[in-house]
């Protein structure tokens, strides 16, 4: 069945504004479904979690919804391996707090260049309090992808921790996380993901990858501000959490301190309902095969038929990139290798200062994220940090090549 981007924008209010929104990368906008679950909660069952009364029975079972579907949604082996927090930023910093009682002195974390700096800075700052070391993966500059063969240098017997991107949330370069995980645990090593930037893109398998935790927010994949972590069941299980004595003491609820943002959860729900109508628009009804439940099968075909539309947006976009005098595209340019990164792309325009430009496109309704986009590292090893870093245009399946056509013409005439 085609992809049918009139039916999924109608899904979508704020898109009626006019404004393209092409600052995907950094958050994106809400589906209708997100609007609806959140509202009916708040109106409906707003109460605090563990109570005999109605409000409390029925918030209790909207929150248990919420992690079956996102257990569903990355392919975990039961929701109570779905931990929802404040960010991702948060729940790292937390479960890296726990990680590091495991941690001596001379012991080694693993990160790399290409990595978001919520995927850094924890593993730095945990190294720092408990006497590890801390080795770098470079990244191979022509095209912004690691350098595997670096990575695999960096590990060793003292390995305890390997943290990864699944995707660049600043050159779009997926990676082999299947590899990463695999060296990792060869290594005698826990594998962390960070998958923010690739949930929006593409199915999420986190058995088939075998990693022992992996992060993503659900802001980036058309949901409210809420982060969601999983861990296989028998590490968060044998964790110690800092948390207040009364409170639960197995996963996921040790690991979900204080209130949670309930309203969130029921959001996060209403963005997989979303993704669940995505797929029977583009399959039809699904059906689960064995070890599979039918919204499994459904939104592992929303999945592919988004990521074979954004496929074709993204070859588009950057075809017409690379015909602005001037132009520089940083990562994959090369329309043979897309199923290597996500639609992602980031650029500088001799002669402009990526925050200059992007207030020229913001006068045309046109909105972009500049910067460094907490992707320090990158921006560092590029040397593009003290230059004011790139601008970012990030795609989502929502967006039309009529949009990308916008963009052309007004880079274009600044270009020209």
Known sequence: MPFDIDQVRARFPALESGAVFFDNPGGTQVAQQVVTRMTDYLLRCNANHGGAFKTSVESDAVLHAAH?????????????EIIFGQNMTSLTFSLSRALGRRLAPGDEIVVTRLD???????????????????RWVDIHPEDCTLDMTDFEAQLSD??????????????GTINDVRAIVEMAHAAGALCFVDAVQYA???????????????????????????????????????LRAYKVRPA????????????????????????????????????GPARGHAGQSARRAALVAAMTALAGYERELGAYLIAGLQLV?????????????LAQRVPTVSFTLAGWHPR??????????IFVWNGNYYALAVMER?????????LRVGLAHYNTRAEVERLLAVLHAVAG
């Open 325 to 337: 005098p001037g132009l520089k595209i940083w990562g994959l340019a090369d329309l043979a290798r």
């Open 116 to 134: 978001h700096d919520a995927n850094i800075s924890p593993w730095l700052m945990l190294a720092e309090d408990r006497g590890a070391r801390v």
């Open 68 to 80: 079956a579907a996102m257990a569903d949604f990355l392919n975990a082996a039961s929701p109570d």
């Open 382 to 390: 590029l040397g593009l940090q003290e230059k004011g870093g790139m």
């Open 200 to 238: 929006p893109h593409g199915s999420i398998d986190v058995q088939a990858l075998d990693c022992d935790l992996l992060v993503c927010s659900a802001y980036k994949f058309f949901g409210p501000h809420a982060g969601i972590l999983y861990g296989r069941y028998e590490l968060l299980d044998r």
């Open 158 to 171: 003292k390995t305890k921790i390997v943290a990864c991107g699944y995707a660049s949330n600043a050159v």
């Open 356 to 365: 200059q430009l992007a207030e020229r496109l913001a006068a045309e309704n």
């Open 248 to 283: 639960d003491d197995r996963p996921p609820g040790k690991f979900e301190t204080g209130t949670q943002n309930h309203e969130g959860q029921a959001g996060a729900l209403g963005a997989i309902e979303y993704f669940e109508w995505l797929g029977e628009q583009a399959a």
